[in-house]
């Protein structure tokens, strides 16, 4: 009989978003005469923005000519968008040549692909509240997963002041799910320390156009030393409304080796075995995101969102709820009232106010008593939610 893999055995039964899905549908079922409002996965709600859909059309009639058709893409991506994406770092004084970007199909994606490159002995510490297939994934993979908490004392940020054995270390940055941002001393900190160990810092930047304080690291190619020990997975999901389009980038240095092998070769010979590269339609619509209509554009569809979460926290802020995020990133971490559990609070909301959001715990133990407000969905149900919000909250 073939052996299988035993570590799917250690996982929850279903996945936090498939669990909510679930549970949602059954209410629904009951239900149909209720409107749902979607606060919970973080979808987005507008559509592409009109530089993307003009170049998605050309792409399409690229395609339609004998000159213009393309087959197979270069595994790695197109050089057209890694220039486009090179050229974004370069304008915000990170250099980066071309061959440390690589296309992916989306940041989910490659948070799951990009572990074959350690050891199944390499030990993933993992900050959380944290997004859950950073934890899920390395279960699969049969790794050790060291759980660091955070909590609201620290403002939901660690330090690795106690020099954990970590070898794989994820930081997401702003954090998901509860929109804390990493200084740049912090970041520093958690840099060094990847260095001492010859840890590896995989660091999740698929919010980082959300960041409106100056000051604060987008990227950590911004600290000195990151090119020894990160790497950085970013994504057009929530940044140009791309999570039904699929695509995203991630920056391997080329000074970045461990136990004297290099990370961004390895990456080249699993992508050229493993992919044969993002669609050419979808890549051209990637870079139109980079031109400048692309970037106007983009920023309205941000500020939409970031209204939506201000009318969140407008609510909250009127029934005394106490709430982390918001601000530089388009989700808003509420704290449960009467120290409910959040998976009660997440029936709470869907029963009398039919709101979904996401339970706390289902981002680690230490979510517990936490509940998760997406800003992503359209604005007048936003402002609906908040309505609701208020009548049973207060
Ligand atoms: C979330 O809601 O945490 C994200 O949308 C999930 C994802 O990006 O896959």
């Not at 389009?245 to 699993?270: D, E, F, H, Q």
């Amino acid at each position: 009989m073939i052996a299988m893999n035993e570590n799917y055995l250690k996982l929850k039964e279903s996945y936090l978003f498939a669990e909510i899905a679930k549970k949602v549908s059954a209410y629904e079922r009951l239900n149909p005469e209720k409107h749902i409002f979607r606060m919970g996965i973080g979808d987005v709600s507008l559509p592409l923005c009109n530089a993307v859909i003009k170049a998605l059309h050309r792409a399409v009639d690229d395609q339609s000519k004998k000159e213009s058709f393309h087959g197979y893409m270069p595994e790695c991506g197109a050089g057209f968008l890694r220039e486009a994406v090179a050229d974004h770092y370069r304008k915000r004084g990170i250099e980066l040549s071309t061959e440390e970007i690589f296309i992916s199909s989306g940041a989910s994606d490659e948070l799951g692909a990009i572990i074959d490159l350690f050891d199944r002995r390499a030990k993933a510490l993992v900050q959380e509240p944290a997004y859950p297939a950073y934890v899920d994934a390395n279960i699969m993979a049969g790794r050790e997963i060291i759980h660091l908490s955070t909590g609201k004392e620290t403002g939901f940020l660690a330090d690795p002041e106690n020099e954990p054995e970590a070898d794989i270390i994820y930081i997401c940055s702003p954090n998901n799910p509860t929109g804390a941002v990493y200084s740049k001393e912090l970041l520093r900190k958690w840099v060094d320390f990847a260095n001492r160990r010859g840890a590896v810092i995989i660091f999740d930047a698929a919010y980082e156009a959300f960041i409106e304080e100056e000051e604060l690291p987008r990227s950590i190619f911004e600290i000195e030393g990151a090119e020894n020990c990160a790497i950085e997975i970013c994504s057009f999901s929530k940044t140009a409304g791309f999570t039904g389009t699929r695509l995203g980038y991630t920056v391997i240095p080329k000074a970045l080796s461990r136990g004297g092998m290099n990370l961004n070769s390895m990456w080249v010979r699993n992508r050229t075995t493993k992919t044969n590269g993002v669609s050419y339609i979808i890549q051209r619509g990637g870079e139109a995101v980079f031109s400048s209509e692309g970037q106007e554009e983009i920023r309205e569809n941000i500020k939409v969102y970031k209204d939506n979460a201000k009318v969140i926290m407008e609510a909250l802020n009127e029934c005394n709820i106490r709430y982390f995020g918001g601000k530089n990133a388009p989700y808003i971490w509420m704290e449960c009232p009467d120290s409910m559990k959040s998976r009660e609070f997440f029936d709470f909301l869907l029963y009398k106010a039919q709101i979904v959001g996401t339970p706390g715990i289902g981002f680690g133990a230490c979510g517990e008593n936490f509940f998760r407000l997406s800003s992503f969905a359209d604005p007048r149900e936003t402002e609906e939610a908040a309505v609701r919000l208020r009548s049973v909250l207060k």
